[in-house]
């Protein structure tokens, strides 16, 4: 399946910047890239399917 995207490019840029950086060296290593949870959770909430239908391109439903 194709990602969809809710998000233009420059909308995505203009929050990016308020979200943590995806490698900041602490920690464990991030599984999902901020796009892809961001865009997941906004698939959820459009949609109204339950967490665990969430489609694979958004990554692990338990991550987003």
């Known amino acids: 399946m194709d990602r969809v995207y809710y998000l233009t490019d420059e909308q995505f840029e203009q929050i990016n910047r308020l979200l943590p950086p995806?490698?900041?060296?602490?920690?464990?290593p991030a599984t999902v890239k901020n796009r892809e949870a961001l865009e997941g959770i906004l698939h959820i909430l459009r949609t109204g399917t339950?967490?665990?239908e969430l489609p694979p391109a958004y990554g692990p439903w338990h991550t987003i």
């Open 22 to 28: 995806e490698d900041s060296g602490r920690g464990r």
């Open 50 to 52: 339950p967490w665990r």
